[in-house]
């Protein structure tokens, strides 16, 4: 395949990591930016939303669009009330300590795998794309629904930055995580603010496995990668900054993309925590972080 | 046994009815814990313990599912007619998580707490591969069901056995001749980067050569990998046959992205049903392998040609005949690996039965007594086919057949010959101390 294909393919594949790892991974930033939760758990809330996907899809069962809707409605919805379990029978229970947090997520993380593989099995399953459509290029066909996942991680995206710049909610959210004291003395209910953040996160990753499930199934070990990827995105971004997310995720996917492509998928790797190190090193707070207060 | 008050073996220290009941059934269940099992009778009334190291977590998990039930199918037929050599046949489970340290640590849990005569029953070939050593520590015969070449490459030691299932470089010398005469010359390979694919990636090149074939290309993809369009530009317009081999979950969407790519333009399909195990072939996207070939080790679909023992194998496993579990037509076997459980069960038997294996004392004999195995008959007892055993590498041989997929079913199309798969051997166990 000649040069320009073969980058244009690479560009379209790494867009799509992209988009699923933006959405991911700013659950996560969203989650440590508020409540200085490091949450070890975030990948299986992504598992559980593609499992639940193939649970909502197969009982709907209609129409492959008709199931996919129902998921992508449903899962999520049911990802963010067992996240808010998670968030009242746990996390407050050990007062958000940020070591006692990354143990009980490390815990909750089990404990979820093995539910999934108990109710779930040990297969992995697919769940038919809402419509199937191959976009028939000169060089090579492409999945057109690919490319509407693309599409609807940018309006998700920009939703949320919306959400977090232009509404009440965002304010009180932005107010918690710049002081949490100040915050709770101007009344804001800190305590809900956390549940409802933590219950958000998990559901940007349930939406972002929900997307995912027709090109790549669901499994119940599935949610190691999203985790490691998301946490090199949001420490290249910044933890808790919404632009740093974007901007890492693309960075991070379309490099995956086309590095792996045109050398080894190892070596897109390399690259990627290499990068990671490298921030660590010259830029702790992460590229568009700000220095902790 | 004792009066309404007291009870009192020494005389001195009065023991209440409740308590020395409490101590019979707390010494009662230390007996019957695991480890700790004597039996008061004659030795050859005990039963033989046979350690199964199974797939039960991990990506190895649906094949283990299929092992344990062909494996309970072919000890319930083995107890109904008696067991091996009078005594019946147990079978003591152990999930290795399809991990190969916790395959090691398995086997010697088998070993040591469970008390098993041998060890028995795993595919993946990193768990075989890092289990083999601690079978050889602890001198316990270890009987895999696995297909890598490490077995008859002499890599491992003399007490690991495969005779139940062919290795893959039988396996593709034997279907290389087929792909060169009706798939195509040119071949592009795709295969998982680790020990199983190297063995594609090392012996289908040769093998294809002596057909007049070439391979154009070798694509290694890493096991853990869910996206393919990426590794696609790489495979050279030149290709007539693509040869694929995956494992793990992926394949579903690397089928549907496969089709993606090519369209209806696409080089033909050759497969290992390792791609497709456990998979039903009309899962949304797999249309795209309609007429493309397969090899299988056992058909997963019934075929018109099918021999009273295939017939009887399905029913004991539970299988309908599209391969499926006669519970849950969503339930898709491992047909093309699981029969080898079956026939290794009947292999042991067979072996223990020509030392008259009594016990742990007799595990060296066991070992010589596989080896002297040369012949293996088709029938009730090796469903899938006549075998030749090799002693001097531990290791199997037999037919292989490739199906082709249409109309959402495999079809077999062609058998290959014993002969076919054999190759000059490599090793000798029979030289290594015992």
Known sequence: MAFGPHLLLAVLEGLVTSAVLALTALGLSLVFGVMRVVNVAHGEFFMLGAVLAWAVATTVGASPASGFAAALV???????????????????????????????????????????????????????????????????????????????????????????????????????????????????PVGRVYAAVFAIGAMLAAIAAVLIVPISQAHYLMGQDPLLLSFAVVIIGGLGSLRGTVVAALLIGVSDGVISMFFSPTLAKLIATLAVAMVLVFRPQGLFGKVAR | MTDRKTFSATGTAPLTRRT????????GGLITAPGFVRYAQAQSSAPIRIGFQCHRTGIGASYGRWYERTTAAAVKLINEAGGINGRPVEIVIEDDGTDAGRGAEVVAKLANQH??????????????????????????????????????SGQLNRWCLQPGITDVRAQVTSVAPWIAANAGKKVTMIYPDYAFGYDHRDYLPPALQQAGAEVVAKIAIPPTETSFTKYFPQIPSSTDVLYHVMVGPAVLTFVKELGEFYGANGPQLFGFID??????????????????????????????????????????VGIDDNGAS?????????????????????????????????GPQDRAKLVEATEAITTIAEGPEHPQGDKVFDGKIHQVFGHQYISKMEGGRLNVVHKTSIEDGRYEPEADYTTQPL
């Open chain 1, 74 to 188: 449903i899962a999520p919805l049911i990802v963010g009330v067992v996240a808010l379990l998670a968030e009242r029978l746990v996390l407050r229970r050990v007062n958000y300590d940020p070591e006692a947090t990354i143990v009980a997520t490390i815990g909750l993380l089990y404990i979820l795998q093995q539910l999934a593989l108990t109710f779930y099995g040990a297969d992995a399953r697919p769940v038919p794309p809402p419509f199937n459509l191959r976009i028939s290029l000169p060089w090579f066909g492409y999945s057109a629904y690919k490319l509407s996942i693309i599409a609807t991680s940018a309006t998700l995206l920009l939703l949320s930055w919306l959400v977090l710049t232009r509404t009440r909610a965002g304010l009180i959210m932005r107010a918690t995580q710049y002081d949490r004291e100040t915050a709770q003395a101007f009344g804001i």
């Open chain 2, 326 to 358: 006669v519970n849950d037509p969503r339930d898709v076997s491992t047909a093309g690996h699981m029969f080898g459980c079956w026939e290794t069960l009947y292999v042991i038997k067979q072996a223990m039965e020509a030392c008259n294996y009594q």
């Open chain 2, 20 to 27: 020395a009941l409490k101590g019979l059934a707390a010494a």
């Open chain 2, 275 to 316: 791609s497709l195990e456990a998979v039903d072939l009309n899962s949304p996207g797999l249309d795209y392998l309609d007429g493309s070939h397969f090899w299988e080790g056992f058909a997963r679909y019934a075929q018109p040609t099918d021999t009273d023992a295939q017939k009887a194998y399905r029913a004991a």
């Open chain 2, 115 to 152: 008390k098993v005569d041998i060890v028995y029953g795993t595919l993946f070939s990193h768990v075989v591969i890092g289990s083999a050593p601690t079978a050889e520590e602890l001198k316990i015969p270890y009987y895999v069901v696995s297909e890598g070449y490490h077995v008859a």
